[in-house]
């Protein structure tokens, strides 16, 4: 039978598809579980409205993770900084079940590290790690250059290593592409 | 010695990290980096956040709290979004109906993600891949089998030609898994990692994607199997059911037909 919704349903399928890798997205950024929540019910809900606005057959993935990038940039800059409703929290005990301590204890480091990140080298460093976006993809999400998605890129990298390194780390400059 | 090598940059590292540059130019990051020291640790260092990272924040099917509310959504639209949430949770913890269901995030957490992270660490690993080599394969079983108490063989996989490199054995929460390391003659590398768990029934994931790696977990009765690999989904199948066909290690599980899109 016919069903003119159909086609409708099927792009809905496919965003639903895509909250257990958006929730994580923004748990990530946001450093913080209900912060997240918010983040993507609003994202979802601004997705929804404008999905005539997206092609089908293009990326909707990068679509996605463009509107959350957006609605989280423009809350952030209202703000100034992460607004203080939501406190930072520590992710490791409520996330993992490990019973490893030591393992527990490195990865609360690693989040703390991470959240002294600027929100522009965290975003690039989380759609590249999380989500393996390639970095043109990366570029466009976040709408900047490519060559700022590498500079920002390595930047997270080493500042991360430098945060979380018992002596200090040395790296050397190499030759940039351009 | 002649090579076709522009200078490796900094460009060049990431991408090599990020599983983005193509095969002719990653043999030459390798190979320039098996004689910078320097930039090869730091090379180690990005990967190990990599994976660490990956570890940290894992797809969060369900939700971990209730939405506050502190945005101001247009009430029509956040119902939509309310909804969509409320499939997805629903839909979050189960899995293929014939077989007897469990919850996925605890296969995902327990196996699948350990075997990823573990392959990440090891699979590439340019000192030390395997701990035991093929070599010593009827002391590596032995080994395995009694920290694990249980009786452990590594499968064939010569059908597909893969040979066994070696193996070792890793910590995992409170229990021991092995890893089981096989390479083709391109240099393709898979990884089987068996586990004991608190797992009641039979479960078959669909593969979980992390970058360009693929995985296939499964468990049976109280042993759980999990196959990586950069091979794609249709080779990893064809291994998965070498394992599964291997005599001594339980009973043949029935291959269920994983849905194509």
Do not use: C
């Amino acid at each position: 039978m016919f069903n003119p919704f159909r086609k409708q349903s099927r792009v809905r399928d496919q965003v639903v598809e895509q909250i257990p890798r958006l929730r994580r997205y923004a748990r990530a950024l946001t450093g913080n579980t209900v912060a997240a929540e918010d983040l993507l019910q609003e994202s979802l809900a601004h997705a929804l409205e404008r999905l005539g606005q997206w092609q089908p057959d293009t990326d909707l993935r990068a679509w996605l993770f463009t509107v959350m990038h957006n609605l989280h940039i423009s809350e952030h800059r209202r703000s100034g900084r992460q607004p203080e409703l939501y406190p930072l929290e520590s992710l490791a005990e409520p996330l993992l079940s490990v019973a490893d301590a030591e393992q527990d204890q490195r990865l609360a480091e690693l989040e703390r590290a991470l959240q002294q990140l600027t929100l522009e080298q965290r975003e690039v460093l989380l759609l590249v790690t999380l989500e393996g976006m390639p970095y043109r993809t990366v570029a466009q999400v976040l709408n900047i250059a490519e060559g700022t998605v590498m500079s920002r890129l390595h930047r997270a990298r080493e500042q991360l290593r430098s945060g979380l390194a018992r002596e200090p780390k040395p790296g050397r400059m190499l030759r940039r592409v351009k | 010695m002649k090579t076709q090598n522009q200078p490796v940059t900094e460009h060049d590292l990431h991408s090599y990290v990020d599983n983005q540059l193509g095969e002719q130019r990653r043999r030459e990051v390798e190979q320039w980096l098996s004689t910078h020291p320097v930039d090869a640790e730091q090379v180690r260092d990005w990967q190990q956040q990599v994976v660490d990272i990956q570890q940290l924040y894992q797809p969060l099917a369900l939700p971990l709290a209730a939405p506050a509310g502190r945005r101001q959504l247009a009430a029509g639209w956040r119902a939509a979004a309310a909804v969509l949430l409320m499939v997805a949770t629903a839909s979050a913890g189960w899995l293929a109906r014939d077989l007897q269901l469990q919850p996925v995030s605890v296969v995902q957490q327990q196996l699948t993600a350990p075997a990823q992270y573990a392959h990440q660490m090891y699979a590439s690993d340019p000192g030390r891949p395997v701990e035991l080599g093929a070599n010593q394969v009827v002391d590596l079983q032995r080994w395995v089998s009694s920290r694990m108490q249980r009786r452990i063989v590594a499968p064939s996989l010569q059908a597909q030609q893969f040979s066994l490199l070696g193996g070792r054995l890793l910590p995992s929460t409170n229990r021991m898994a092995v890893q089981f390391m096989y390479q083709d003659d391109a240099g393709e590398r898979v990884t089987l990692y068996i586990r004991r768990g608190e797992w009641q029934a039979r479960t078959q994931l669909p593969p979980q994607q992390q970058q360009s790696l693929t995985t296939l977990s499964w468990t049976q009765g109280e042993m759980g199997y999990a196959l990586t690999g950069q091979i794609g989904v249709t080779r990893l199948q064809q291994l998965a059911e070498l394992v599964q066909q291997e005599p001594s290690l339980s009973t043949a599980l029935t291959v269920a037909v994983l849905a194509q899109r």
